[in-house]
């Protein structure tokens, strides 16, 4: 059985949930009218690192590559996916309690 992208959110949800609160730790869902600029998007990230999965149209998400991106300096890979995540990051909405 193949898992939809909201069984996923749910689950990761879920599983969250179980671990109790955590400092430092957010999560937002993107502002429905972003949904034009991306076709889905997880990231996580840690200072300087980040790791990136892209999902990619028509598979599933354990088939879409995940990045682990590294900050070296100014304006490369990782800025532009960290400058792209904090945009949709702005305009998202707090996932309740």
Not at 6 to 30: K, N, V, Y
């Amino acid at each position: 059985m193949t898992l939809t992208v909201s069984t996923r959110i749910r689950t990761t949800l879920e599983q969250l949930d179980r671990t109790g609160p955590a400092d430092g730790l957010e999560i937002r869902f993107s502002a429905a009218e972003d949904a034009v600029y991306h076709l889905g998007l997880s990231v996580f990230r840690f200072d300087d690192d980040a790791f990136v999965t892209p999902h990619l149209a028509r598979l599933v998400g354990h088939d879409s590559p995940l990045l682990h991106l590294r900050r070296q300096g100014d304006g490369g890979m990782f800025d532009r996916f960290a400058e792209h995540a904090e945009e949709l990051w702005a305009q998202g909405s707090r996932v309740p309690a």
